[in-house]
Nanobody, 116 residues
Framework: QVQLVEFGGGLVQPGGSLRLSCAAS????????MSWYRQAPGKERELVAN????????TYADSVKGRFTIFRDNAKNMVFLEMNSLKPEDTAVYYC?????????WGQGTQVTVSS
């Protein structure tokens, strides 16, 4: 069964840090481009970061550049999002996505709330 499961979300104070994890099962992520998206209440889902299968290059939304880092561990079949200097506007449900050719998978999301 193909599955992406995110975990690591929670409540954190402004300026704090969290590491999100996305565990894949039923397929091997090494050939997949992996991404993190987020969706805040009342807003559309937006791309946060990509990490590509070929070369491991990364891209980030302007709003998170310099604060977030996406990385992958193909041996563990996982992708991560390290989030630092968190702001209240980072509050959202964060989703993991895997894409390869015609194959596209989404996780169920993990809630991140940044509040004092």
């Amino acid at each position: 069964q193909v599955q992406l499961v995110e975990f690591g979300g929670g409540l954190v104070q402004p300026g704090g840090s969290l590491r999100l994890s996305c565990a894949a099962s039923g397929f091997t992520i090494s050939t997949y481009d992996m991404s993190w998206y987020r969706q805040a209440p009342g807003k559309e889902r937006e791309l946060v970061a990509n990490i590509f299968s070929f070369g491991g290059s990364t891209t980030y939304a302007d709003s998170v550049k310099g604060r977030f880092t996406i990385f992958r561990d193909n041996a563990k079949n996982m992708v991560f999002l390290e989030m630092n200097s968190l702001k209240p506007e980072d509050t959202a449900v964060y989703y993991c996505k895997a894409v390869y050719s015609r194959y596209l998978y989404w996780g169920q999301g993990t809630q991140v709330t940044v509040s004092s």
